[in-house]
């Protein structure tokens, strides 16, 4: 009953974080950081002042949460294994792709610039906390590929940001500044295969298998 007990109690204090989480960032984008207490935020998220700070004790915290989140893919997997250049980059392109077209990647960016004047600190939260450790999962895998001998890179970190903004450039940059800009999911696909093919003609190493599907 105990273990019972815990996992009950363990899994309604997920329900309440989320749901604190989704009010916050809603409250962020409509108020402003500043102007948005954590009173306000307990009431829209239908729980108690003791409960809210019992999960953050500040806006600061509750704000790296949000950082958290949207930067936190659906599987949680690390980066795949090196060996294939292709296969590999396309899972890892297929995966941001889908992170940045959730809403709430959209929301994060928003309120930081909105708010980036007065609380530049929300930047290097998002930064440290957010696109830097996924900038590091991908960094990881091209040393991983190099150690392979599959790919000749020097500047792994900027063969990571040559991928990574090939993609985003399409996929998450108009759609944070243009209204009602979509992209499909073939023109996605499409972006993600060139990416990939991109830094395999670039950096991919002389005989090195880089495709499972010849």
Do not use: C
């Not at 077209?101 to 906390?129: C, G, K, N, W, Y």
């Not at 499909?184 to 190493?205: F, K, L, N, P």
Request: glycine share 6%.
């Amino acid at each position: 009953m105990n273990r019972i007990a815990t996992t009950y109690h363990q899994r309604v204090a997920q329900e309440k974080r989320a749901l604190i989480v989704t009010a916050a960032t809603a409250l962020f984008l409509e108020m402003g950081y500043d102007r948005t207490s954590l009173a306000q935020i307990a009431e829209r998220s239908g729980v108690s002042r003791a409960t809210l700070f019992k999960q953050f004790p500040s806006k600061a915290a509750l704000f790296g949460a949000i950082v958290a989140e949207s930067w936190s893919t659906a599987d949680e997997e690390g980066p795949p294994p090196a060996g294939n250049l292709v296969d590999g980059l396309s899972t890892i392109g297929r995966r941001y792709a889908e992170l940045l077209s959730q809403p709430q990647m959209t929301d994060l960016f928003r309120i930081v610039i909105a708010e980036l004047p007065r609380f530049p600190e929300l930047a290097h939260a998002q930064f440290l906390h957010g696109k830097m450790p996924y900038f590091e999962s991908v960094r990881g895998y091209l040393l991983a590929e190099r150690e392979a001998g599959t790919v000749r890179v020097e500047d792994v970190d900027l063969a990571a940001t040559q991928f990574l903004g090939m993609i985003s450039n399409y996929v998450f940059w108009p759609t944070l500044l243009v209204p009602g800009w979509e992209v499909s999911a073939e023109r996605v696909t499409q972006v993600v295969d060139e990416a990939v093919r991109t830094i395999a003609a670039r950096y991919a190493a002389t005989g090195a298998e880089t495709s499972t599907s010849d």
